[in-house]
Nanobody
Framework: VQLQASGGGLVQAGGSLRISCAAS????????MGWFRQAPGKEREIVTA????????YYTDSVKGRFTISRDNAKNTVNLQMNSLKPEDTAVYYC??????????????????WGQGTLVTVSS
């Protein structure tokens, strides 16, 4: 499975950005998906995750109410809509896929495949 993240860029605080992850998997619906991020000098952290059908999601507290994860199994994509961005959201964002998608996971070690990351920079 190959994951290709895209859509990162530079945005001002308070702005919005949508990043996407395209998967090469034959059975994309068999995977739970997650977005992680890593800021300079910090450890990688979970941002949000979604199960195979999209009816179960997780958001870390710092992004609740601002970020929305969604997936389109017909197009093999998972998207992250980020609104009201803050400078502390600056990081490289990684998408990840976990086989056995009925339940998502918030642990990085549970994910089987990772994308290359896309940089999101929020200026103050």
């Amino acid at each position: 499975v190959q994951l290709q993240a895209s859509g990162g860029g530079l945005v001002q605080a308070g702005g919005s950005l949508r990043i996407s992850c395209a998967a090469s998997a034959r059975r994309f619906s068999g995977y739970a998906m997650g977005w992680f991020r890593q800021a300079p000098g910090k450890e990688r952290e979970i941002v949000t995750a979604i199960n195979w059908s999209g009816d179960s999601t997780y958001y870390t507290d710092s992004v609740k109410g601002r970020f929305t994860i969604s997936r389109d199994n017909a197009k093999n994509t998972v998207n992250l809509q980020m609104n009201s961005l803050k400078p502390e959201d600056t990081a490289v964002y990684y998408c990840a896929a976990k086989w056995g998608g009925s339940r998502y996971s918030i642990g990085a070690n549970d994910y089987d495949y990772w994308g290359q990351g896309t940089l999101v920079t929020v200026s103050s």
